[in-house]
């Protein structure tokens, strides 16, 4: 199903969007995790035409079967002026936060467990950058317009689609897209935190 979440206007200098974060020092035992509701989300992101153009932002909340908040889906561009939970950068960041009790934690779950991953808000593939959404990037589409995280019992989905760009001065230039995401119970995903994705690893130039 399309929902159409209520969204909140900021400012930013260039682009709005989700993020996912979390903390691995407070999760709860293997195999515990709740099972979420299945959810389809489709928004789209518009470069703004000014500098201080007040743009939406956007939060989605992943609930159990009895409607508690289990985790807090939020995006934003890079440089976003905001007290959040992490330091938001790229043209857009998405992140998943997972919450203890009524807290949400500050550790990104997209992020796998890795000393690179976990040692910076940046790397990991929550982050989108307009020349992974080109060739020769698009051959690796973990990291490009297609990418799956599977932890905590779930399986979730982003997808970047109606890519539309302009040409600007230094060339083609990301004017917006659409941002699906998808989320479904999966018992065979145990990882407390993104497992790696499959396939080979694009070179420097197209990730981190």
Not at 29 to 47: D, K, M, N, S
Not at 84 to 94: A, I, K, N, P
Not at 101 to 129: C, F, I, M, Y
Request: net charge negative.
């Amino acid at each position: 199903m399309d929902l159409d979440p209520r969204s909140s206007l900021r400012r930013l200098s260039v682009w709005s969007g989700l993020a996912l974060l979390t903390n691995p020092a407070m999760q709860p035992t293997q195999g515990a995790w709740a099972q979420i509701l299945p959810v389809h989300i489709r928004y789209q992101f518009v470069f703004p035409q000014t500098a201080d153009a007040e743009l939406p932002a956007f939060t989605f909340y992943l609930r159990d079967a009895g409607g508690s908040s289990v985790y807090k889906f939020e995006c934003h561009a890079g440089g976003y002026p905001d007290d959040s939970e992490m330091s938001w950068s790229g043209d857009f960041q998405c992140a998943l936060f997972p919450y203890r009790g009524d807290t949400v934690t500050p550790v990104n779950l997209l992020a796998v467990e890795s000393k690179e991953e976990q040692g910076a808000d940046w790397w990991n593939r929550g982050r989108l950058l307009a020349k992974q959404l080109q060739a020769p990037c698009t051959d690796y589409p973990e990291y490009s317009a297609l990418r799956h995280f599977r932890l905590r019992s779930m399986d979730l989905s982003l997808s970047y689609t109606d890519v539309s760009w302009i040409q600007g001065p230094k060339g083609p230039r990301l004017q917006k897209f659409t941002l699906n995401l998808d989320a479904a119970p999966d018992k065979d995903a145990k990882s407390p935190m993104a497992e790696k994705a499959d396939g080979s690893s694009p070179p420097k130039s197209c990730y981190p």
